[in-house]
């Protein structure tokens, strides 16, 4: 069975870092392309960024580009999101999410909560 | 950046009845569009993919028709479990989802 589970989130202060884990199991983790996706309290879901399974191609959303960098280990079979200068609209549910096919988010995890509040 | 539009933003209906949502691209996206199911504290699903493809392990309830720049999700009689928030998604240029619609209870 697929499995991908979050961990990292937590309450930061505006201007802190954080980092983020997905933890996949039930397949082969570098046979895949990961991403992340997140979601603000009652808003949309909005795609952060991508990472090949061969960690040669990375993209980011326009909007995210410069604090946000996604990266991998395959051979501990997770993912990794790393936020710089956290802002209050970053107060979010992280997802990771597992590419299949031509793209499409076929496996998700539960999420990560990350709060930014002084 | 292609941008996505979903209507309407709420669709108020009875189970049984058929639900027709609508995803409308900024550019054409060719086939290169998802649609996801969103339930209250959970992650979203994969219920279309390629416009048209149910994802596996989806009922035949739920399909999806389109290509270019208008999308169509329809499910033909709704079931209670079907009262949630559906999101298109493109991936012709990078990837980014539409801003919902929320089938709830009339």
């Known amino acids: 069975e697929v499995q991908l589970v979050e961990s990292g989130g937590g309450l930061v202060q505006p201007g802190g870092s954080l980092r983020l884990s997905c933890a996949a199991s039930g397949f082969t983790f570098s046979n895949y392309n990961m991403n992340w996706v997140r979601q603000a309290p009652g808003k949309g879901l909005e795609w952060i960024s991508y990472?090949?399974?061969?960690?040669?191609?990375?993209y980011y959303a326009d909007s995210l580009k410069g604090r946000f960098t996604i990266s991998r280990d395959n051979a501990k079979n997770s993912l990794y999101l790393q936020i710089d200068n956290l802002r209050d609209e970053d107060t979010a549910v992280y997802y990771c999410a597992r590419s299949w096919g031509r793209g499409w988010f076929d496996s998700w995890g539960q999420g990560t909560l990350v709060t930014v509040s002084s | 950046e292609i941008v996505l539009t979903q209507s309407p933003a709420t669709l108020s209906l009875s189970p049984g009845e058929r639900a027709t949502l609508s995803c409308r691209a900024s550019?054409?996206?060719?086939?290169?569009l998802a649609w996801y199911q969103q339930k209250p504290g959970r992650a979203p699903r994969l219920l279309i993919y390629?416009?048209?493809n149910r994802a596996t392990g989806i009922p035949a309830r739920f399909s999806g028709s389109g290509s270019g720049t208008d999308f169509t999700l329809t499910i033909s009689s709704l079931e209670p479990d079907d009262f949630a928030v559906y999101y298109c998604?493109?991936?012709?240029?990078?990837?980014?989802f539409g801003p919902g619609t929320k089938v709830d209870l009339k």
């Open positions: 998604q493109q991936r012709s240029h990078l990837f980014n």
């Open positions: 990472i090949s399974g061969t960690i040669t191609t990375t």
């Open positions: 390629d416009a048209s």
């Open positions: 550019q054409s996206v060719s086939n290169y």
